[in-house]
Every structure is written in structure tokens, then in C-alpha cells.
């Protein structure tokens, strides 16, 4: 049996692992903390926000003051953790695109825990979650455009 070890197999593994540290500018989050926070605000604003179910299948359980990029630039999130946190956020959002109405997205809500922040309808806090999705993956195209990599490719 010979000492070999599966690393050639998986050769380009850390070359992936290391595009999650991309930064479109120097100023600007790596690429994990920006999914990261992506992520984690679809929790807040459907979950914390809204009172919808599923935040506490996630990572960010504490999304109003614990997200990554806004308040944690320390604790890296991975590959792993963070296609984790992709799909269980997403089951979030499906669960509100199969369940809300058009009546519903007129509904108002006035979170008891979130004062300082003004009422908003549903139909403004899905809108809101959907464009900064969208907003991140251009941030996020943008690096990858910067390192020569595929970008995300919205409208195939």
C-alpha cells in the first residue's frame, strides 16, 4: 500500500479556499464576510424583522448584532460554512415566496424589538433582501472579474 495521500486529487481545493479571501478593493470586505453578511441579513430582515421562522436553523442567530462583515471581520467563515449558511438562509426565503401573498405584501409590520426602526410592509422587506442579494453579487462579480475568475452570470 503505498503512503501517497489524496492531495493531488484535489489540487486546486486551496486555490478555492483562497478566492474566499478576494477583495474587489483594499477597502472593501474579502469575499467571505461579504456572503457572510449577505447571508445573515436575509435573517435578520425575514427572521428578526419579520417575525418568520428559521433563524434558529442558521449560524446567525443573533443577526441584529452579529453578522459577518458589520461586526465580526475575526471568525473566517469557510467554504463549507458558508454554502451551509447559503442554502439554510434560502430556505427562509422560499418558505416567505411560497407562503406570501400579493394581500400579504401590503401587510405592515412594527417590530416590538426594533424601535429605532420604522415600520416597513412586507412587500418593502422582500423587495429589500432580494436587491441586496443582488447588490453583493455584483460586489462579488466584481472580484472575481479582478482575479480573472467566472462571475456569477444572473441573467443565464
Known sequence: MSD???????SKWPDYNRRLALQPAPERWPLWATLGHT??????????????????????????????????????????????ALALTFRIVEACLDRWTPAMLEEVIR????????????????????????SHITELNEALGNAGLVQVDLWD
Open 39 to 84: 447571508f445573515c441579513q436575509r435573517v435578520f430582515w425575514l427572521c428578526d424583522f419579520a417575525g418568520e421562522p428559521g433563524a434558529d436553523t442558521t449560524r446567525f442567530t443573533n443577526a441584529g448584532y452579529d453578522c459577518p462583515g458589520d461586526d465580526d471581520l475575526e471568525h473566517v467563515l469557510d467554504a463549507a460554512a458558508l454554502g451551509h
Open 111 to 134: 417590530p416590538d424589538d426594533w424601535g429605532a426602526d420604522p415600520p416597513k410592509s412586507r412587500g418593502e422587506i422582500i423587495s429589500r433582501v432580494f436587491a441586496h442579494d443582488i
Open 4 to 10: 501517497a495521500t489524496i492531495r493531488s486529487a484535489y
